[in-house]
């Protein structure tokens, strides 16, 4: 009895984490929760949110007064704000005006109702620093992206070619959730962080992939 009772507490917990943006949303009443168009589609990835550009916005909002929580979702194609009971019309009036000056326009009508409808459902919706998820993600999709091209111009061991997509990719997350800044460290070169696995002239190879940016090129995923 004792081991089963464990286990539904887990599974309770478990269930409670991932069902949270839905629980907090379905607490609040539909007038309480506004949705926004956003522009923050990750460039490096078209698919999901750009974290770096989001979480800032999201942590900002949540200082404002009459603000609840802010939330992201996957695509980073939309911005809902829950606010607070005790918020009043001047107070979101405001902030929905602010956020416009960043080309974020809040959503109205069936768009909205849609949105409110997706947003309760809990599913991949990221709040405030969980953006870092999505940054995390695109450090990967780069550092693949990166191998990938390297691949092209000379021959990587499977071994090499891993080690390398792996150094990258943590160097990449570092920077874009702010993970350097916050312990005051100089992001080192990726160059020099891809010297345990690449030889001079395909470190040459791997600086001429890097200036051609993190946008995926033609042909490429």
């Known amino acids: 009895m004792k081991i089963q009772m464990i286990a539904v507490l887990a599974g309770g917990l478990l269930c409670a984490r991932f069902a949270s943006a839905a629980g907090n949303a379905a607490a609040a009443t539909a007038d309480r929760i506004s949705v926004f168009q956003a522009p923050l589609v990750c460039p490096a990835a078209p698919w999901i949110g750009c974290g770096s550009a989001s979480k800032p916005i999201l942590l900002d909002l949540e200082k404002e007064p009459?603000?609840?929580e802010a939330w992201l979702n996957r695509a980073g194609t939309r911005i809902?704000?829950?606010?607070?009971p005790e918020s009043n019309v001047a107070t979101r009036r405001k902030i929905v005006a602010d956020l416009k000056e960043d080309d974020v326009i809040e959503l109205d009508g069936k768009p909205r109702d849609e949105a409110v409808k997706d947003f309760v459902s809990g599913k991949g919706w990221y709040r405030g620093a969980d953006v870092d998820r999505l940054s995390e993600e695109e450090a990967g999709i780069i550092a693949s992206r990166w191998v990938r091209r390297v691949q092209a111009k000379t021959e990587l061991s499977k071994d090499k070619a891993e080690g390398l997509q792996r150094a990258l990719a943590d160097s990449l997350r570092k920077?874009?959730?702010?993970?350097?800044?916050?312990?005051?460290?100089k992001p080192p070169l990726l160059e020099d962080v891809a010297r345990a696995y690449l030889d001079q002239d395909q470190i040459k190879i791997l600086s001429e992939t890097i200036e051609k940016g993190v946008r995926p090129l033609?042909?490429?995923k």
């Open 218 to 220: 033609p042909n490429e």
């Open 80 to 84: 809902a704000v829950v606010w607070k």
């Open 66 to 68: 009459g603000v609840l």
């Open 175 to 185: 920077d874009l959730t702010g993970e350097s800044a916050r312990q005051n460290q």
